[in-house]
């Protein structure tokens, strides 16, 4: 089995790719792992697909799923996880605010962790006043409302084991909340400080007004699910090895 998969959603990132595939590829071959980097193209309206295949032909190692209409990040980011066969999963964007050199960190801790979730602890470099304050807000609004300690809920730059991904059920928008889910689930999550970096091409495919009222509705289906979520703990199960389906 490969040991890594690295799911890249994308949309729009044309100008964004060979220098993300050039940083992202000498990483992963210091990591000394058998690999795989899945792009997951959105319904890019340039030059993306194109760019992604010219890595293929060069690097069998890459592979490039493409989906037909554009279905946002969260349609992305699923379509990558059922398509990924590492043991370990990292997923990142595409717009080069992440850093690839921080992967063998977030790694580090699937030692001890189920998964890892970026904290991007010096955003300040890397967005503007608005941004960086509607994003302080939103945070503390979340964790209000969803009961958790999340430093930053808008970072998707992660780690996982395979086995967190399994029965994952992801709705639109909720990419923002996995590491909420896998914990309602028993995983164990932990922040991990990780640099951000700003755009240096295209734009942001989100606002501040309609990442907040779109996100606010999630908010409140995550408190339902936590609410409802069946809790219960086998101890018994006398003649169990009889029962057929």
Known sequence: ????????????????????????????????????VVFVDDGSRDRSAEIIRSFREADARVRLVRLKTNGGETAATDAGFKAARGRRVVV???????????????????DHWDAATGWRVRRAEGDNLVRRVSSRVANRIRNWVSDEAIQDSGCTFRA????CLRGLVLYRGFHRFIPTLLKMRGYRVVEVPVSHRPRRFGRSKYGVLNRAVVSLADLLVIRWMNARLLRYEVVEDVGGDLVRD
Do not use: C, K
């Open 1 to 36: 089995m490969t040991d890594l998969s690295v799911v890249i959603p994308v949309y729009n990132e044309e100008e964004n790719l060979p220098p993300l595939w050039a940083e992202l590829s000498q990483v992963l071959e210091r990591l000394g792992l058998a690999f795989e």
């Open 92 to 110: 990142m964007d595409a717009d080069l605010q992440n850093d690839p050199g921080d992967i063998p960190t977030l790694l580090s801790h699937l």
């Open 160 to 163: 996982f084991r395979r086995e």
